[in-house]
């Protein structure tokens, strides 16, 4: 998906990079793209919040997504360890979805959120990220796809604080974490 002139860097603030690359992962460890996105968009919401402890929670792999999707009923909530975030998520007929306040995130809200921060960068930024979730294995993935994302995360100008920052987004430092 990515133009012929992939851009090399994109201006945008970590949140909507935190976002996407929730989304690939989720999507690397055997959720489908709508249910990726919902959980992609409330890891960056648990993101700004501090970690604290969670009981219960469902690691995603490849065969406990398949065998979890099968035993939950819709209207049931569990929690999903996705980039270290305890991501609420219930079953709905469309499939799983991610909670905010309550309530399934419409995964075309998020799509619409991303295009709106990347603009025409999204494919060239997602093929980075999906690229570089593919090379590695999905344990593995699970267990180190928030340090990666703080290798390529954009660097925010100093004395900035907070979400609202832009910084500069180096594709070719995903490409290359990548191999």
């Given at each position: 998906m990515a133009s012929r002139h992939a851009p090399a860097q994109v201006k945008v603030?970590?949140?909507?990079?935190?976002?996407?690359?929730?989304?690939?992962?989720?999507?690397?460890?055997?959720?489908?793209?709508?249910?990726?996105?919902?959980?992609?968009?409330?890891?960056?919401?648990?993101?700004a919040y501090a970690k604290g402890k969670s009981l219960?929670?469902?690691?995603?792999?490849?065969?406990?997504?398949?065998?979890?999707?099968?035993?939950?009923?819709?209207?049931?909530?569990?929690h999903v360890d996705l980039l270290h975030r305890a991501v609420p998520v219930t079953v709905?007929?469309?499939?799983?979805?991610a909670l905010s306040k309550g309530k399934p995130?419409?995964?075309?809200?998020?799509q619409r959120y991303l295009q709106g921060k990347f603009g025409d960068a999204l494919g060239a930024v997602e093929q980075a990220m999906q690229k570089l979730a593919a090379s590695i294995d999905?344990?593995?993935l699970a267990r180190s796809a928030y340090s990666l994302y703080e290798a390529f995360r954009?660097?925010?100008?100093?004395?900035?604080?907070?979400?609202?920052?832009?910084?500069?987004?180096?594709?070719?430092?995903?490409?290359?974490a990548a191999g």
């Open positions: 603030n970590r949140a909507p990079v935190l976002t996407l690359w929730a989304a690939v992962v989720a999507e690397r460890l055997g959720f489908d793209r709508d249910e990726a996105l919902t959980m992609g968009r409330v890891v960056a919401g648990l993101n219960g929670l469902f690691k995603p792999v490849p065969e406990e997504v398949r065998r979890e999707r099968e035993r939950l009923r819709e209207g049931v909530e569990m709905t007929p469309e499939g799983l979805r995130i419409a995964p075309a809200s998020v999905p344990d593995e954009p660097e925010v100008p100093a004395g900035v604080r907070g979400w609202g920052a832009a910084g500069v987004l180096d594709l070719q430092r995903i490409r290359t």
